[in-house]
């Protein structure tokens, strides 16, 4: 296994140092024949971790497969992704969760960590086989019904206890279905001028207000998927005050973008939740730095063309976003790289119990990424290692380039490109 020195490099933002890797791990000091990798302005983070990724698998391989998903992963500075279960079939059963973690084996490029069902079929009436989930190859902790939420609060409530046992977590879409059937887009003066049926923010804040009671009742974990709204930050800020044991999540596309853009008509920007208002960006900003919200986490969700060029009301709702994650997080909060690294790794590794992943240091396996802060770049989805092309970001100069990526010490991407 090739050593390296990665020279002069800023880790988390400090004075430029020298990192060795050594049989996948930063060790204290060079070994003979160590490769040099010059790192002169570039920052090192550890590897992000991304909590919410679609990679259509299996069933949708058009739009993106664990291998295609997994390199985009890489290509924008991740080392570890949790995988979301609406997939077809369903991961609802330990056969399909270990089919995904053991595709994501073979591609080799990211750890690939399944999220299970929590009811069968995503249909919201059953608990799906939560235990055999957990006992299977791929040790599933998380369960979501993400697209779905889990609205029968019996079923939720049944769900928090049976994943006690494991210290498992529930990770809620967080959408009370009778308040946005037939919903285009937030509910708001933009829908009103536009005509289109709205998306209320209460539909997020009562589930979530719910959800945090039920886990308080239980005892559980829940984590809140794609927060979106000022209100709901409220919501979360009183229930950790109670020490309610919850965690929450916003997507970058969500701390930059707002409902104005639905005015386009272009279904690019056609996501669940909704883009919201420029109020709701803001508390959003205010709740991740607060620690409010603990991390960023993209719901890269890639569709196939005819899903997405579309009309509006027929396109399906998400956006592609693990190779634009980080330019837009910089882009949001500066260079505050601790918090960037907190937020987009550390928290994420720790919500999802990735003990390989989140932090740096003499001993720890060397997953890593080099971003160079001062290239700025057009987004160009022709370039993407993902198979969708579905970005808002197109033609956008966003700061920041991923530069490498090591997984255990083996390189993933190098000078900015796939090393396989
Ligand atoms: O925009 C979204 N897309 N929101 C979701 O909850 C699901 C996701 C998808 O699977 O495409
Ligand atoms: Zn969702």
């Known amino acids: 296994m090739t050593s390296y020195v990665i020279k002069g490099a800023s880790v988390l933002g400090a004075a430029p140092t020298d990192l060795f890797v050594r049989d996948g791990i930063l060790v204290d000091g060079p070994g003979s024949n160590a490769e040099v990798i010059d790192a002169g302005g570039l920052v090192a983070l550890p590897g992000l971790v991304d909590l919410h990724t679609h990679l259509r698998e299996p069933g949708r391989e058009d739009a993106e497969t664990v291998e295609t998903g997994s390199r985009a992963a890489a290509a924008g500075g991740y080392t570890a992704v949790c995988a979301m279960a609406n997939t077809s079939p369903v991961a609802d059963t330990a056969g399909v969760v270990e089919q995904v973690w053991r595709l994501g084996r073979e591609a080799g490029l990211v750890d690939v960590q399944p999220i299970g069902a929590v009811t069968v079929g995503l249909a919201g009436k059953q608990l799906a086989e939560l235990g055999a989930m957990a006992t299977s190859a791929a040790k599933v902790r998380i369960f979501s019904d993400d697209g779905n939420c889990v609205a029968d609060p019996r079923l939720m409530r049944r769900a928090l206890e049976y994943v006690k046992a494991f210290d498992g977590i529930i990770a809620q879409h967080a959408e009370e279905p009778r308040l946005t059937e037939g919903a285009q887009m937030h509910e708001g003066q933009v829908s009103t001028r536009l005509g289109l049926t709205g998306w209320p923010a209460v539909a997020e804040e009562a589930i979530i207000a719910r ?179 579905n970005t808002p970001y197109a033609g956008t100069v966003l700061p920041g380039r991923i530069v490498a990526t090591f997984l255990r010490g083996q390189p993933t991407v190098l000078d900015g490109k796939a090393t396989k």
């Not at 000022?230 to 916003?250: D, I, W």
């Open 211 to 389: 959800d945090v009671l039920l886990a308080e009742h239980v005892g559980s974990r829940l984590h809140v998927c794609h927060v979106s709204t000022a209100g709901s930050v409220e919501v979360l800020r009183q229930a950790k005050a109670r020490g309610v044991r919850v965690t929450a999540e916003v997507t970058p596309h969500h701390l930059l973008l707002t409902d104005e853009l639905a005015a386009s008509y272009d279904p690019v920007f056609k996501v669940n939740p909704p883009l919201r208002t420029a109020a709701d960006v803001e508390a959003l900003r205010s709740g991740l730095i607060e620690g409010v919200i603990d991390i960023v986490a993209t719901d890269h969700a890639p569709h196939a063309v005819e899903d997405k060029e579309c009309e509006w009301a027929y396109a399906r709702p998400g956006m592609v976003g693990l190779e634009t994650a980080l330019p837009v997080v910089l882009s949001v909060l500066g260079e505050q790289w601790e918090l960037i690294a907190d937020r987009m790794s550390t928290a994420p590794a720790r919500i999802a119990g990735l003990t390989g992943h989140g932090r740096l240091g003499a001993g720890r396996p060397a997953s890593l990424t080099l971003v160079d802060p001062s290239a700025r770049h057009a987004v160009d989805s022709s370039s993407f290692a993902s198979r969708s092309r």
